[in-house]
């Protein structure tokens, strides 16, 4: 089985620092893009950071500048360094991966490629 567990978030102040990490575990062969979402209360869940495997990072324009998305392709981990922040950040943020996953039955190995998502985390900042 694959989990994506998170950890960080919490309450922070504006103009502050946070930061978001996110393990993937279990029968994995690969992961391709790795990122974070988010989902304020009443609004649609929204792309916030993404990674792909050699590490090129994409922004959306509202973190552009103050969050930085990093991963270790050996720990299965990415990281998100959220500064400069702002109430309008306030949100449940997911971890998610793009990955292979593999199951072995009866000696015959089976590969499933999938989105994986995390349980979220709450990240609420305060003006």
């Known amino acids: 089985q694959v989990q994506l567990v998170e950890s960080g978030g919490g309450l922070g102040q504006a103009g502050g620092s946070l930061r978001l990490s996110c393990a993937a575990s279990?029968?994995?062969?690969?992961?391709?893009?790795m990122g974070w979402y988010r989902q304020a209360p009443g609004k649609q869940r929204e792309l916030v950071a993404t990674?792909?495997?050699?590490?090129?990072?994409y922004y959306t324009d509202a973190v552009k500048g103050r969050f930085t998305i990093s991963r270790d392709n050996a720990k299965n981990m990415v990281i998100l360094q959220m500064n400069s922040l702002k109430p309008e950040d306030t949100a449940v943020y997911y971890c998610?991966?793009?990955?292979?996953?593999?199951?072995?039955?009866?000696?015959?190995?089976?590969?499933?490629?999938?989105?994986?998502w995390g349980q979220g985390t709450q990240v609420t900042v305060s003006s």
């Open positions: 279990g029968s994995i062969l690969s992961i391709d893009d």
């Open positions: 998610n991966a793009d990955l292979t996953a593999y199951q072995d039955l009866d000696d015959v190995f089976h590969f499933n490629r999938s989105q994986y």
């Open positions: 990674i792909t495997s050699d590490g090129t990072p």
